[in-house]
């Protein structure tokens, strides 16, 4: 089973922080996760785990 982990900013980067508090780029950023998370299901084969 893959596993990852995803840092989409730092809140101790300024513009990073700012960033993060909009809904659009909190918005954005879960979409972008989501198709790559269902890309990654659709296209990897099964190896029965």
Request: charged share 25%; hydrophobic share 45%.
């Amino acid at each position: 089973m893959a596993a990852v982990i995803v840092e989409v900013g730092f809140i101790s980067n300024p513009k990073e922080e700012k960033l993060l508090k909009t809904n659009k780029f909190r918005e954005n950023a879960a979409q972008a996760l989501f198709e790559a998370i269902k890309y990654y299901i659709e296209n990897t084969p099964d190896n029965g785990v």
